[in-house]
DNA sequence: TTGTACGCGTTATCAT
DNA sequence: ATGATAACGCGTACAA
């Protein structure tokens, strides 16, 4: 391999100074600079990451918690990050952790070799798990869920206020039997985004109807298509639903069209986040918008703060509301 | 920070042994190896990944290169490819480079820096670049793709086959007149499933008609959309469409639904790959299945055997058909 | 089975 | 503006 030192002897001056030419320090003559620059390509050096951290104390990567990456929403918010990441020299690497054994091996990989400078969360659960451990130092933030403890600081939308707006809207258009289909796993999110629903029934003065709320085990279409059934089966069933998650509109959907009924005149679907899925579908999905990309950007933003020392606020980011066809 | 150093100093012995415990190497007394961990988790000791790079000359991280990260097909391929990487302590750096200047990044930070041991490309064009570039030493293995120069081992299907045996089963179907929508570009998998279709109509004695095989631009279904639209107002429109991606079946089925016609009655879409997406459309579609997860796998696994010096000889996996209600 | 000592390729400090 | 040199933290011959 060929070194500094190598680049150095050809040139004919020190590994200070060719250490001084690959980090554009201003000191270098113009001169030096150029006879250092032909040696490095006559002998096709490449600096070495490793030894380059080693010296530095820093890795210039960062890890992203993310829970299922077949869902584009993350994919979005991923490339948001990798932008604003990219700008600063920073790799970001990858790391899903849906399933308990891929969990276990994220968090070992982060703690265990100092592979990274920080840690960014997409996913609830590892982000509760992130307040509760010992992280040494390294700077984290969450992005999509706040940490119940306030030590990482997150970027989000207003969840609640999104839901309610949701609702509200559905108000707007005369619906007054309004069914939820929530996700269950206690991520504050979905608390949230009921409470979003409640707000808006309370001032339209209806009253909670608990039996109008479905809960369900993960984000997957099929789940909610049976929750809508069940919805759909009640005495006086829903004119209208609000889901957490396009995925879970869809699954709504299906199972209006399912019944024969027809979407909106028979039932209204609101859906959550506003993915590409959402504006192919027949009928097309009125639904939240999250800026994921922005989201993504800000949090990357956000952690690059942190590790230059300061210490930086959560932020809210804006939503808002897509009417297409669904409702 | 704690290094080997420390916990020898604590342990009694020296940082050789302490080494020796890090990489389980047999020849510890297992009292000496005792010692040595309760040190380790006394003082919360932490290998120095980048310390550890700069002595073997392994950085254990490999670069995968992906077109469109929002497409699961991709994130797939990717499971597999982290599945087995985990498998022997590797971790996957992700890089997205459909943009020109994502792609030169990529690039640029694959062979700048030492900082992978291997790279993984699942993208057409990086594949062709990395063909054509000095890799100085690096592995590299293609996903989904083979490279022109045949350098850098591959695993996929057998793209023509595949495209024959979907092609074929529309002509038992019944089907004289069928179109398709390739995708442009000089991908080599989109020349041959183009002869893939050829030898299925060559079969069956059907002669060409170049105005049935209609190029879009790029993998997004409202191209596929338009393409449809423009096959369907031919003077004897195709009766059924195989296209080369599920994405681009979504758009045809769009278009045909739009045009008050019904699948597959009045037309049949074949689709490629069997995403979710396949499944969830309304009619599901019948589309070319790829063992997605295990061609992920298989490429890091023919990666790995190439950092051991062995030398890979490319493989192709097994396609099926899966037969929905689009045809 | 364990210890000694050096090398890995940078950066950073202190001189000059 | 540039040079000499000591870290940085681990692996590994070679010895013992």
Redesign the pocket.
Known sequence: ????????RL??????????V??D?????????V?VEQAMRALG????A???S????ETKLVLALIPDLSRSFFADIFRGIATAAHEHSYEVLLCETNSDRAHERAFTSLLD??RYDGVISMSPMDTQRLANVDLRGMSAVACLESAPDARIPHVSIDDQRAAKDAVLYLLSKGHRRIGMINVGGGALYSALRHDGYRDALREAGIPERPDYVEFVDAIEYPLAELATRRLLALDAPPTAIFTVSDLLAIGALKAALGAGLRVPENLAVVGFDDVSLAALFEPALTTVAQPRHAMGEQAMRMLLRQLQGESTPSITLPHSLVVRRSA
Chains 1, 2 share one sequence.
Request: no cysteine; hydrophobic share 45%; proline share 5%.
């Open positions: 391999v060929v070194a500094t030192v190598d680049v150095a040139a004919g001056v020190s590994t200070a100074t060719v250490s001084r690959l980090n320090h201003p000191s270098v003559r113009p001169e030096t600079r006879k050096f490449r600096v070495s490793a030894a380059r080693l010296a530095t104390a070799a100092r």
